[in-house]
């Protein structure tokens, strides 16, 4: 027992710099999609219908279905008729939380971005 008194014990604090620098460091995965800019006629906001193929459970059949969005466009650059990647970002308002990334077909037909 005299052996039990005598003995310390002292604690050292780890230091998690390792998982702070990784979670620093990672990128964040964000959702893109590829839709037609429906309406231009807010300011710095673009509504942009995103359609896709669904196949029917019952027959096979493959349907179309569409979402709209509405898009955050800093400098009102896309305009009606664009086709354009949007990419998730934090909540701008209360229903935009996509954020303009490229305009790649302009309405005119001119090819902006390959790829």
Do not use: C
Not at 4 to 13: E, G, I, M, P, R
Not at 27 to 41: A, E, F, N, Q, Y
Not at 95 to 114: D, H
């Amino acid at each position: 027992m005299a052996e039990l008194k005598t003995k310390k014990t002292t604690k050292t604090a780890a230091k998690p710099a390792a998982t702070t620098q990784i979670a620093t460091e990672a990128k964040l995965h964000r959702r893109t999609m590829t839709g037609i800019v429906v309406s231009d006629k807010m300011m710095k906001t673009r509504v942009v219908k995103v359609e896709r193929q669904v196949r029917d459970a019952f027959y096979g059949k493959y349907i179309s279905k569409a979402n709209k969005f509405k898009v955050h466009d800093e400098k009102n650059l896309s305009k009606e008729g664009d086709l354009v990647t949007i990419v998730e970002s934090r909540p701008m308002s209360k229903e935009k939380r996509w954020a303009l990334q490229n305009i790649v077909r302009s309405a005119s037909g001119a090819v902006l971005v390959k790829g």
